[in-house]
């Protein structure tokens, strides 16, 4: 009986497995890669954001007391493994939110030991990256700098996701 053929066909198929697996990896890079860059018209085309989406209004209206209810702030779980849904944390003092020594502890494979903090800063609380693997979502928009927190606002770690309330 000669395997020569049925060698040369199960190397043949292992060598189509190993190409495929290949292209499937440099596509998922690139996916990845594109999805972290803005593009390139956006570099040079500076859109005026909506007149609703001003955070200067919404810090101003903070610091004069202006808010909706004048409740204190707090950040309620959507989901997060680890954390009852719709449980709330007083954000009164600011929180770093990770999976190491931390105010919010997250049990999430996706956030790093020290992820993202909530801080005041005046009379406005404000959310940042802490240098993050995976990075720091708001409002579905990967977080770029400080930028600062607004009733209704979703915060996504991972898989790990919030909201931030102040009424």
């Excluded at 198929?13 to 697996?21: D, E, N, P, R, T």
């Excluded at 909506?50 to 004048?70: F, I, K, N, R």
């Excluded at 903090?117 to 995976?134: A, K």
Aim: glycine share 10%; hydrophobic share 40%.
């Amino acid at each position: 009986m000669n395997l020569e053929p049925v060698s040369v066909a199960l190397k043949l198929g292992f060598l189509v497995v190993l190409y495929l697996f290949l292209l499937w990896v440099v596509r998922s890079a690139l996916k990845d890669l594109r999805r972290a860059q803005p593009s390139a018209d956006a570099a040079y085309v500076e859109e005026a954001p909506p007149a609703d989406a001003t955070a200067m209004h919404s810090a101003a209206d903070d610091m004069l007391g202006d808010h909706v209810g004048g409740g204190e702030p707090r950040l309620v779980v959507e989901h997060a493994a680890g954390h009852p849904d719709g449980i709330a944390y007083d954000l009164s003092s600011g929180a770093t939110l990770g999976r190491g020594n931390v105010e919010i502890r997250l049990e999430d494979p996706f956030a790093s030991s020290q992820h993202a903090r909530i801080e005041r800063q005046g009379g406005v609380l404000v959310l940042e990256d802490l240098g993050s693997t995976n990075g720091t979502f708001l409002n579905e928009e990967q977080l770029r700098g400080i930028q600062p927190l607004h009733h209704g606002d979703r915060i996504r770690i991972g898989d790990s996701e919030f909201s931030y309330l102040q009424d």
